[in-house]
């Protein structure tokens, strides 16, 4: 809303002051005036990358948090169906996402970093393709994973926050 409101007031402003100014000083004044609008602009148009930025800086924290933790950044503790033999991801994936942990059933937990699932696999992982595996445990190739990798039933937030940092922070 600011936005919006913050450049016709520095127009009206410019139009104003021309139209009570003699010519000489009018166009000084209009062209100081247009100037003040075009700082104001170029202020409102910074402020949501700005927005963006923090934004991005929040879902990375959030998505760290559950990663590392199985907490996310409201406290709760994350939750599956049936319930995760592991509280984190890390618990079972490590904290760099390495994998390589061996479950009785014979499961071995996957390797999250970005070469294991974006660059080796066809098709690679997106975003999108790590939320599914996340909340329904289908892969990108639409299989089924290992039981002991949990369907996690998390807030859209949480969801995606965690697959964003799995895919962009475990190199
Ligand atoms: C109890 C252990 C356990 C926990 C906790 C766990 N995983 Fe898994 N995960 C596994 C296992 C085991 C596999 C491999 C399944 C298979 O081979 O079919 C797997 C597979 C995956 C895959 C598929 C990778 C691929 O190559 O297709 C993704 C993505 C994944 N896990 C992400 C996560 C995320 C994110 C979390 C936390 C929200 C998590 N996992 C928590 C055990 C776990």
Redesign the pocket.
């Known amino acids: 809303m600011k936005r919006y409101f913050a450049v016709p007031a520095a127009l009206l402003l410019a139009v104003a002051t021309s139209a009570c100014s003699s010519h000489a000083t009018g166009s000084t004044a209009a062209s100081s005036a247009a100037g003040a609008a075009s700082a104001t602009a170029t202020a409102a148009a910074a402020a949501p990358a700005k927005t963006a930025q923090s934004a991005n800086a929040a879902a990375l924290a959030n998505g760290r948090a ?2 590392l933790t ?1 907490i996310d950044a409201s406290g709760t503790h ?1 939750a599956a169906k049936p319930p ?6 890390a ?3 490590m904290p760099t996402g390495a ?1 390589g ?1 061996h ?1 009785p059933d014979g ?6 970093r970005h070469a ?2 974006v660059t080796h ?1 066809k098709p690679p ?1 997106t975003l999108a393709l ?1 939320e599914r ?2 909340s329904t445990g289908i ?2 190739d639409g299989d ?3 039981p ?3 369907r ?1 039933v ?1 807030s859209q937030r949480d969801l995606h926050d ?2 964003y940092y ?1 895919l962009t922070q475990l190199k």
Request: charged content about 10%; glycine content about 4%.
């Open positions: 559950i990663y199985g994350i995760a033999q592991r509280p984190s991801c618990a079972c994936h994998g942990v479950f499961a071995v937990s996957a390797d999250l294991a699932l696999q992982y790590l595996a996340v892969d990108n089924k994973l290992d002991v990798m949990p996690w998390l965690v697959a799995v």
